[in-house]
């Protein structure tokens, strides 16, 4: 499995960004879809998931802001992110875990928010 990650960029606090994850096959073979990120100095965290029944989950610090959700016909996951935060900079990594239970994870794109 080969996921894509695009769309990150520098971008001015309260602005948006759209990402996206383009997979090499269909998202609907996944059990689990996210996306994750890591600033510098800190630790991978979730940032917001979507299962395949569409239920989604996100980290506190996104709750309002952020919104992920799944585009079958183009086998992404996308990540639409408003009123971006100085603190929203970061890489962002698409995951996807399989009925397996196999995760998967793409390259990273870079998020930058100015203040």
């Known amino acids: 499995v080969q996921l894509q990650a695009s769309g990150g960029g520098l971008v001015q606090a309260g602005g948006s960004l759209r990402l996206s994850c383009a997979g090499s096959r269909s998202m609907l073979g996944f059990n689990e879809m996210g996306w994750y990120r890591q600033a510098p100095g800190n630790q991978r965290e979730l940032v917001a998931a979507i299962t395949r029944a569409g239920s989604t989950n996100y980290a506190d610090s996104v709750k309002g802001r952020f919104t992920i959700s799944r585009d079958n016909a183009k086998n992404a996951v996308d990540l639409q992110m408003s009123s971006l935060k100085p603190e929203d900079t970061a890489v962002y990594y698409c995951?996807?875990?399989?009925?397996?239970?196999?995760?998967?994870r793409g390259q990273g794109t870079l998020v930058t928010v100015s203040s």
């Open positions: 995951s996807v875990i399989d009925w397996n239970g196999n995760r998967y």
